[in-house]
């Protein structure tokens, strides 16, 4: 009985997470994102994440603001097996500005994403609730310009990782890879 309590309260502190206002960043400058940036950090209370985590590695995202304020984004990492993993995802943007909007037809979600903090020539902090069937959960995701962000950085994203419900075992700091093309 209390596992099976703690388990519903888990779930509901999940649900009240994921409907939280989080805000894009003020004076968010959609040009100024623009780039190649590292995917240094990963975190998500999605279920699928923990047994996917130990194979995750930093891969690299281009962000191409396009002129009616859209906002293109192209994936692309290293797999375990040497392969390479690339995703392309058009954002809308919505009357909020760093808040956008896509279809993920890969993973067949709705996602909304916002830009939750940015210095523009060193880290971005995406957050996104991507529902799908009725259901929703969070990914939180760190990007840098390089692959060595400071530790206040990384404290950073941990830190509001934390704050939106995620436990600090679905929090990741991605190891380094090598080159994908």
Excluded at 15 to 25: G, I
Excluded at 50 to 75: C, F, H, I, W
Excluded at 84 to 89: A, L, P, S, W
């Amino acid at each position: 009985m209390p596992t099976t309590m703690l388990g519903m309260l888990g779930v509901l502190l999940c649900a009240l997470a994921v409907r939280a206002d989080v805000m894009p960043q003020a004076d968010f400058d959609l040009q100024k994102v623009g780039g190649t940036w590292y995917l240094v950090g990963f975190a998500t209370n999605a279920d699928w994440f923990v047994s996917r985590k130990a194979d995750m590695k930093m891969g690299t995202v281009t962000l191409t603001p396009q002129s009616n304020g859209d906002l293109e984004m192209d994936y692309s990492s290293l797999k375990s097996d040497g392969r390479c993993k690339k995703m392309n995802h058009l954002a809308k943007k919505t009357d909020t500005p760093g808040k956008f909007a896509y279809h993920s037809h890969r993973w067949g979600s709705d996602d909304d994403m916002r830009v939750v903090d940015v210095k523009y020539d060193e880290y971005a902090l995406f957050h996104a609730i991507k529902t799908k069937d009725g259901s929703s959960h969070i990914i939180n995701k760190l990007y840098s310009r390089t692959q060595d962000p400071s530790q206040a950085v990384l404290d950073k994203f941990t830190k509001f990782s934390l704050e939106q419900g995620i436990l600090r075992k679905n929090i990741a700091i991605l190891p380094k890879s090598g080159p994908c093309s």
